[in-house]
């Protein structure tokens, strides 16, 4: 990838949404990547919900890259890499007109769930014959107001009455419920100066910061996120792995494989094809098949393996290293095939680092390892200006195994073979690592 800088494609075709409830545009879908904002101001919220509080504003002519799509609404990146949610069906009304919506009765016993599907939990039930408020409407599903937040029910069991209703701003930030920590006598002690947030995620306000070493207690915990009260008795959330509790190691590192979290990026995807062989297959093809070799590998070691994607879909490269700093992943690896601009001239594979301090012995680990088993010319470690390394804080590596324009290497890269041997030489690589007590 000398001659690349993990690039994308642009997307080969645009769509347009049309709802028919206004002729007045919110938002224009410039192509299925991004967002260009026509209304004067458009609510961002925390969740893909309207009962998720808004989390800012992006004025008209902001333009928003799309994550992704959950329940008809759009998840996009902001200014900052902050992650926000907008309303799909706003392309033809503003958020304001939904303070408005049609009252509907169940004609039987109906479902009420956390989001549009047959599978997404149940928050409760309705009778037949309760009213309810509709917010919106899609694919045989219907959100409406419930419990002072959205749920979802089917549209098959709704009888609209021709009645409209006026509704109060939500109050409740998320649907899902904080599990109650296992004592409430729980401390933990901040390892940084550590943001205190209205809600958990790294998206939610701060309330205030507290500093190093101040002592909190814990109230309750979600998922990666502790809901705790301060000094003085301040309540709200902390990421978990800014802070330590009684026995903890100080870092939150994991000492040997088993007990880490490896985070696979597999390189490129959906739209963003990577670099191609002589016959035009595809790098994006053999990245997700390495990872899922890789992974396999690690899980049966006992790590515990997530993945930046896992089928053929587009990711950008913020999302990738921000993944990575959001799990506190003991280590990073990005995997790609390199590509010349002139077929057949090189070969070999590379592994890439860019900070010494965090990642070098990460990278000359794995290195040694592929090198011991690989028949490629190993090109060694080297230092490399990548985006997913630079924006990254865990221990990060990026690996070029093999040229996809050479004849010769993708033989051995398409071959299901090559890829159990990168699978073992990474294994026997992350436990040289660890036992070898680099990461701290």
């Given at each position: 990838m000398h001659f690349k800088q993990l690039r994308r494609w642009p997307l080969i075709a645009a769509f347009a949404l049309v709802i028919g409830i206004s002729l007045a545009t919110t938002t224009v879908l410039a192509n299925n990547t991004t967002l260009t904002v026509r209304a004067s101001m458009l609510n961002v919220r925390l969740g893909p919900g309207l009962a998720y509080t808004a989390m800012g504003q992006v004025a008209r002519g902001t333009q928003l890259t799309i994550l992704k799509e959950e329940n008809a609404w759009y998840q996009v990146r902001l200014a900052g890499n902050k992650i926000g949610w907008v309303a799909s069906w706003l392309v033809d009304q503003n958020e304001a007109t939904t303070s408005s919506a049609r009252v509907a009765t169940t004609k039987s016993r109906l479902n009420v769930r956390q989001t549009a599907g047959t599978t997404a939990a149940i928050l409760g039930t309705l009778d037949a014959g309760a009213k309810v408020n509709i917010l919106y409407?899609?694919?045989g599903w219907t959100e409406i107001t419930y419990q002072n937040t959205a749920a979802w029910v089917a549209t098959s069991g709704l009888m609209l009455t021709g009645q409209t209703v006026t509704l109060a701003a939500p109050t409740q930030t998320?649907?899902?419920?904080?599990?109650?920590?296992?004592?409430?006598t729980l401390t933990v002690t901040t390892t940084i100066a550590t943001n205190v947030r209205s809600a958990a995620g790294i998206n939610a306000p701060v309330t205030t910061q507290v500093a190093k070493g101040a002592t909190l207690t814990v109230l309750n915990q979600e998922n990666d996120w502790y809901q705790v009260k301060t000094s003085t008795g301040q309540t709200g959330y902390v990421a978990s792995w800014t802070v330590t509790t009684p026995?903890?190691?100080?870092?939150?590192?994991?000492?040997?494989?088993?007990e880490a979290t490896i985070l696979l990026d597999p390189g490129h995807g959906g739209v963003d094809s990577g670099a191609l062989s002589t016959g035009g297959k595809y790098e994006k093809t053999y990245t997700l098949a390495a990872a899922k070799a890789i992974g396999a590998a690690l899980t049966a070691q006992g790590a515990n393996v997530e993945y930046t994607r896992d089928s053929d879909k587009f990711v950008d490269l913020a999302p990738r290293a921000a993944a990575s700093n959001t799990l506190h992943a003991d280590a990073f690896i990005s995997l790609h095939f390199d590509s010349t601009p002139d077929p057949n001239t090189a070969s070999g594979f590379t592994t890439y680092y860019y900070d010494p301090t965090t990642s070098k012995s990460l990278?000359?680990?794995?290195?040694?390892a592929l090198g011991n088993a690989l028949t490629l010319t190993n090109r060694k470690t080297a230092y490399a200006n990548y985006e997913v390394l630079?924006?990254?804080?865990?221990?990060s590596i990026l690996m070029e195994m093999g040229y996809i324009n050479s004849d010769k290497d993708f033989k051995l890269i398409s071959s299901a073979a090559y890829q159990q041997q990168m699978a073992t030489a990474v294994v026997q690589g992350l436990q040289a690592y660890f036992k070898a007590g680099n990461h701290q």
């Open positions: 409407q899609e694919n998320y649907l899902k419920k904080a599990t109650p920590a296992k004592t409430s026995g903890d190691k100080a870092a939150k590192s994991a000492t040997s494989l088993a990278a000359t680990a794995v290195n040694t630079r924006d990254n804080r865990q221990p």
